[in-house]
T-cell receptor
């Protein structure tokens, strides 16, 4: 299956700093990528849709100035958590779909990035 | 508003047993349904995708069924192994763009040797 890779897998930072997480599609070009967030013992919730060459689309309740998304190329999307605070500590997972499968094809997820803000 | 529910929340079985995980959804107008596996602290591994026109999909010891009219899907795992221990999630798209998945809370499976 298609491969989606994230980096870093774990990051610990001090409160007030910014953290960047990268998401790459390794064997296909993704015009759209999706960023999810998962709190402990909870399921995944979509945060935003990353669109190559245009602005990201954010879900209701997600602060666009807090979670900056850049889709710089067809294989790379980045999520920057700005001025991170302890409540931003979470597991962030990106996903993408091979465009050859159409809009209802299989979604592939990255390995996830565990953010801990001290 | 689509809601996805998984029962049971946790399941512990001895090795070798066949088992069924359940997933239900409130809006039957889905485009597909996807089953995932998540190991602790890891991302999601796609197991099976069932399109709305399909009744079931099989991969190795896994078989997923879909009954849209009743809003249900099941994941059948045959001859379970300790390596199957993980959390299993089902998800359906919220619209035909497919990117926004609505996830169930998951079933945490433990297979004892």
């Amino acid at each position: 299956g298609a491969v989606v890779s994230q980096h870093p897998s774990r990051v610990i930072c001090k409160s007030g700093t910014s953290v960047k997480i990268e998401c790459r599609s390794l064997d296909f070009q993704a015009t759209t990528m999706f960023w999810y967030r998962q709190f402990p013992k909870q399921s995944l919730m979509l945060m935003a849709t990353s669109n190559e060459g245009s602005k990201a689309t954010y879900e209701q309740g997600v602060e666009k100035d807090k979670f900056l998304i850049n889709h710089a190329s067809l294989t790379l999307s980045t999520l920057t958590v700005t001025s991170a605070h302890p409540e931003d500590s979470s597991f962030y997972i990106c996903s993408a779909r091979d465009p050859g499968q159409g809009n209802t094809g299989e979604l592939f997820f990255g390995e996830g990035s565990r953010l801990t803000v001290l | 508003k689509q809601e996805v529910t998984q029962i049971p929340a946790a399941l512990s079985v001895p090795e070798g047993e066949n088992l069924v995980l359940n997933c239900s959804f409130t809006d039957s107008a889905i485009y597909n349904l996807q089953w995932f596996r998540q190991d602790p602290g890891k991302g999601l591994t796609s197991l099976l995708l069932i399109q709305s026109s399909q009744r079931e999909q099989t991969s190795g010891r896994l078989n997923a069924s879909l009954d849209k009219s009743s809003g249900r899907s099941t994941l059948y795992i045959a001859a379970s192994q300790p390596g199957d221990s993980a959390t299993y999630l089902c998800a359906v798209p919220s619209n035909n763009q497919g990117g926004k998945l609505i996830f169930g809370q998951g079933t945490e499976l433990s297979v004892k040797p």
